[in-house]
């Protein structure tokens, strides 16, 4: 039997050994960490619904029509009008004729992209993608060819070099460790030229970007029945799960052949009820966004001119690129000290050299919350200049 035991120590030797911190109470800005107050900038709660009270409600009232549970598969007997009523709300909010619910962005990636493409068909993937993506590419069994992170040109040679009859191009729509935007309407326009699928991951950008939250490809203002629109529902809308968004026909086949959605539970009526809930308080509280943006123009003005400026980025992720791990680490710990959680990321995550604190913001964040952050960020960049 494999040595587990060493290859853990192998981990702590290499101090890259994750540690799990135990959270107590709900989700907000201030979290409560082993009975110490610690003001966080680390989760993907964008729009502070993880705990809002009318979807919270929602979910309560659902529990006492519908109980807890999924009990069966949406084909055999799980399929409950809460899904329905939540698939409904999600294809009217993004503007497709259909959408379907999934119970992880990951099994959503996972299943949809080996229901599009298989055996001798393509998959396009940009470097940064998300790992379920990478995982469901090697699922589908298709031919990978990964191309350098948005570069336009290099796509298109692949895809015009390629002679596989299916075609998928897939993108973050947002790149989770970076905050930048993929190119849509060049995605779409080289998808166009050759007769390719374009699937767009928009876990961060659903809630948060476009008119009224519909997301990134709302943003860009295109509209095609080649784009295969993947939001997840964990991060800004608060809850859990995912839907995928789009042509009718399309939705259909993978009702019928994606096997994380064919060959698992339903996802339980009350999380669809929740989910319904918070379509309505994304496209309603308006202000939400303006308040993210707000922290973000608080954020960028108090770090300009700085030991490190913020990379530009109109969504909730605004990473702080400091280069090397122990630096990282080094502020992560100070800033810790100070009450303030902000995660590090290190090579693998990133690319070599660009180890990084990921700040997160959240609507639920007050103005003075970010200025701490700002301030603590200015003192430490002395400080560690000094020691360094
Ligand atoms: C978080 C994330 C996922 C996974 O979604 P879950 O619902 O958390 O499983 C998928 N894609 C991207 C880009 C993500 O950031």
Not at 51 to 60: D, G, M
Not at 194 to 217: C, E, I, M, N, S
Not at 257 to 284: E, Q
């Amino acid at each position: 039997m494999r040595d587990f035991r060493a290859a853990l120590a192998a981990l702590d030797a290499d101090g890259i050994r994750r540690k799990r911190r135990v959270v107590s109470g709900p989700q907000g800005p201030v979290l409560d960490v082993d009975g110490e107050a610690l003001l966080a900038f680390a989760s993907n709660d964008y729009l502070g619904l993880a705990s809002h009270p009318k979807i919270a409600a929602a979910a309560a009232d659902a529990i006492r029509r519908c109980g807890v549970g999924g009990a069966a598969s949406h084909l055999i007997s799980g399929h409950h009008e809460e899904h329905e009523r939540a698939e409904s709300a999600l294809a009217r909010f993004v503007g497709t004729p259909r959408a379907l619910l999934f119970s992880s962005g990951y099994m959503a990636n996972t299943g949809v992209i080996p229901a599009l493409v298989g055996r001798g068909d393509a998959v396009f993937s940009d470097a940064l993608n998300h790992a379920c993506i990478i995982d469901g590419a090697r699922l589908s069994r298709a031919d990978v060819n990964v191309y350098p992170h948005a570069d336009m040109n290099a796509l298109e040679d692949l895809l015009a070099r390629s002679s596989a009859r299916n075609r998928l191009v897939v993108s973050d729509a947002v790149f989770s460790m970076d905050g930048d935007v993929a190119p849509i309407a060049d995605l779409l326009a080289l998808c166009e030229r050759h007769d390719a699928l374009l699937l767009l991951d928009d876990a961060h950008g659903f809630g948060v970007l476009g008119p009224d939250g519909r997301g990134t490809v709302a943003r860009a203002g295109v509209v095609s029945d080649r784009i295969v629109y993947l939001g997840t529902l964990g991060k800004a809308a608060g809850v859990a799960g995912a839907f995928i968004a789009g042509d009718a026909d399309l939705v259909e086949w993978l009702v019928q052949r994606a096997r994380t959605y064919v060959f698992t539970t339903a996802m339980p009526p009350m999380v669809a009820a929740a989910v319904r809930a918070a379509v309505d308080v994304i496209a309603t509280e308006g202000w939400r966004r303006e308040r993210l943006d707000a922290h973000a123009r608080t954020l960028r003005e108090g770090l300009d001119g700085s030991r490190w400026p913020l990379l530009p980025s109109e969504t909730a992720i605004h990473p702080v690129i400091v280069g090397a791990n122990d630096l990282a680490m080094q502020l992560m710990q100070a800033l810790r000290a100070r009450g303030l959680w902000v995660p590090a990321i290190r090579p693998p995550t990133v690319p070599a050299g660009t180890a990084r604190l990921r700040i997160s913001l959240s609507a639920n964040h007050s103005g003075d919350d970010v200025r701490r952050l700002v301030d603590a960020l200015a003192t430490l960049a002395d400080e560690t200049r000094t020691a360094a």
